[in-house]
């Protein structure tokens, strides 16, 4: 079946530094790929998707690329703040099904 | 748009009371999605619905949960009875078109539920 794997937490950073947070997803048919995040005490809400091969998910200065070759979709940043300590989620959903795939939860401390 | 409602944000019971958590979904939403987080097992799919009706209640952990949906705006997940085992966020999704691949889920703000 579908599954999402993604890099394991915490990963602890300072301020501005670069941040990638892997995910690869296997998966039938042609899914589309999301990055939700999740602030404390708060619940997911998305961050960016992509819905086709080598589509670019932007916001809030965060990417993620579609890569259907090394079915990956890995989120970066090139400057993180102390207010992006969250913990992120890669996540797919694939047609014909009514459910998202969720990775574990990669949690990122940011230290000013 | 108020979002997905979640109520009560916040529930301390005893071991062996009945729970009763509600999730008003965003209007126009088909789909909803009830889900249990913990540090331990993560974030946990139980059940979800598409026009009102379940389809999927295999991660419902056992008889003790149930859930319904009587209409588009209205769901409920119950603990009968309530176990400190239970104790987890519980959170509430929904989204539009429930099989097209592109529709992101929206989620509540959560029910911190503890059992002593």
């Known amino acids: 079946g579908d599954s999402v794997t993604q890099m394991e937490g915490p990963v602890t950073l300072s301020e501005e530094a670069f941040l990638t947070i892997n995910c690869t997803y296997t998966?039938?048919?042609?899914?589309?790929l999301f990055w939700y995040v999740q602030y404390p005490g708060e619940g997911l809400q998305l961050l960016l998707k992509?819905?086709?091969?080598?589509d670019k998910g932007s916001n809030k200065g965060f990417e993620a690329t579609y890569r259907k070759e090394t079915t990956s979709f890995h989120l970066e940043k090139g400057s993180v703040q102390v207010s992006d300590s969250a913990v992120y989620f890669c996540?797919?959903?694939?047609?014909?099904?009514?459910?998202?795939?969720f990775g574990a939860g990669t949690r990122l401390f940011v230290k000013a | 748009d108020a979002g997905v409602i979640q109520s009560p944000r916040h529930e301390v019971t005893e071991m062996g009371q009945e729970v009763t958590l509600r999730c008003k979904p965003i209007?126009?939403?088909?789909?909803l999605f009830w889900y249990r987080q913990t540090m331990m097992r993560g974030l946990e799919l139980l059940i979800y619905?598409?026009?009102?009706?379940?389809?999927?209640d295999s991660g419902m952990p056992e008889d003790r949960f149930s859930a319904k949906m009587p209409n588009a705006s209205f769901s409920t997940l119950k603990i009968q009875p309530s176990e400190p085992r239970d104790s987890a966020v519980y959170f509430c999704?929904?989204?539009?078109?429930?099989?097209?691949?592109?529709?992101?889920?929206?989620f509540g703000p959560g029910t911190r539920l503890t059992v002593l």
């Open positions: 619905f598409n026009n009102n009706v379940p389809i999927d």
């Open positions: 999704a929904s989204s539009l078109a429930g099989q097209s691949s592109y529709n992101e889920q929206f």
């Open positions: 996540a797919l959903k694939n047609t014909g099904g009514f459910k998202t795939i």
């Open positions: 998966a039938t048919g042609y899914p589309s």
């Open positions: 992509a819905t086709k091969a080598d």
């Open positions: 209007s126009g939403h088909n789909s």
